[in-house]
């Protein structure tokens, strides 16, 4: 069996038994987490940072988490609505007057928070190149018309989500999303996850391997190898290109399980932190083909929230047992999730045990 490391508690022992087991059949390099209460009780890693299996996964490696990245962006929304600093309820061209156009005088902040804002694409052509261009991708949205009434159906915002979102937080703070989160969020926090990587930190990064399949599924604007730059590492995409491992996700994301605490720091109200469960679609999303329950920024299910980054990477807080799990890999696949899935199943075995 490959070899784990870190530190276990006894009675989530099955989490290590996943993970090593994931480690033997799918997984180059991974990483879970599990805490309760705010506090870790698993935090492990194993296997090895490249495809040739020659450098390790060592404590401190991280890796790019996909769409993981936007429960951190949506983390960053709830701070501010809690702070009286952002209204939910407001139209996003209070804080963002150009975004008023085409039609979109009706968006509310909390449409974009719950994949309801009828932006889910760009319309016309777009390249990676073109994604690095902050005043010019968030120009182009503000300027497109919404695919339906906003507020009235859901659509998975998979890119677009991070700039729609990133652009308020900048207009409310005079700060890029990536440097509020870092400064407000993960820095409080002490957690080790980034939005706009600095140069300081490239040779801790595990790059993602491609699905045997292929870099890319048909009809994807992004391959996996385009993570592997560094226009990507030092771009803010907050939809998807934020780094991290398991302990710093599951850290940041147990606030929303612990009544808004995270590292110790608060950085929610209770009853801000409750805000995450407020309903803003149920029904089948028009992206993904799926029914799906959307809160604000995170897939709900009773009292648990969750989202994950395509390839497997996966964060789950659930707040009634003050348990949050998360799992992170270099080893992406198309069809990836059970492997989180099965980490987050171990974890409540040992909520049982």
């Avoid at 784990?4 to 991974?30: H, I």
């Avoid at 120009?139 to 998979?158: D, E, V």
């Avoid at 028009?286 to 604000?296: A, K, M, N, Q, S």
Wanted: charged share 20%; glycine share 12%; aromatic share 10%.
């Amino acid at each position: 069996m490959a070899d784990v490391y870190g530190n276990c508690e006894d009675r989530f022992g099955k989490v290590r038994e996943v993970l090593a087991a994931s480690l033997d059949t799918d997984d180059v390099g991974a990483s879970a987490a599990v805490f309760v209460d705010g506090e870790p009780v698993v935090d492990l890693w194993g296997g090895y940072r490249d495809a040739d299996r020659t450098l390790a996964w060592e404590r401190d490696t991280i890796t790019n988490v996909w769409s993981t990245t936007k429960t951190m962006t949506a983390l960053c929304a709830l701070v501010l609505a809690d702070r009286g600093d952002l209204d939910l309820d407001a139209p996003v061209g209070r804080y963002w007057p150009e975004f008023a156009a085409a039609g979109k005088d009706a968006v509310l902040v909390r449409h974009l928070l719950g994949h309801t804002a009828g932006l889910p694409d760009f319309d016309g052509p777009i390249t990676v190149e073109n994604l690095f261009d902050w005043p010019g991708v968030t120009a182009r949205l503000a300027a497109q018309a919404p695919r339906w009434p906003p507020g009235t159906a859901a659509g998975y915002h998979s890119i677009t989500f991070g700039f729609l979102v990133g652009e308020v937080v900048r207009r409310v703070t005079g700060r890029s999303l990536g440097a509020f989160f870092a400064e407000e969020v993960a820095g409080p926090a002490g957690a080790d996850f980034h939005i706009g990587l600095s140069a300081e930190h490239d040779d801790r990064v595990a790059p993602l391997i491609a699905d045997p399949q292929g870099d890319k599924p048909p009809g994807f604007l992004l391959g996996v190898s385009d993570s592997h730059t560094e226009a990507w590492r030092r771009a803010e995409l907050p939809a998807i290109n934020g780094f991290g491992n398991a302990r710093s996700v599951a850290a940041l994301q147990s606030a929303l399980a612990c009544e808004g605490v995270a590292g110790g720091v608060r950085l929610l109200s209770p009853a801000g932190c409750e805000r995450v469960f407020e309903e803003q679609f149920r029904g089948d999303d028009r992206v993904l083909g799926v029914p799906i329950r959307y809160g604000l920024g995170y897939r709900l299910e009773g009292r648990t929230c969750s989202w994950g980054g395509w390839g497997g990477s996966l964060v789950f807080a659930d707040a009634d047992h003050r348990m949050t799990v998360a799992y992170v890999m270099n080893q992406t696949l198309w069809d990836g999730y059970a492997r989180g899935l099965e980490v987050v199943m171990a974890a409540y075995d040992g909520l049982t045990t």
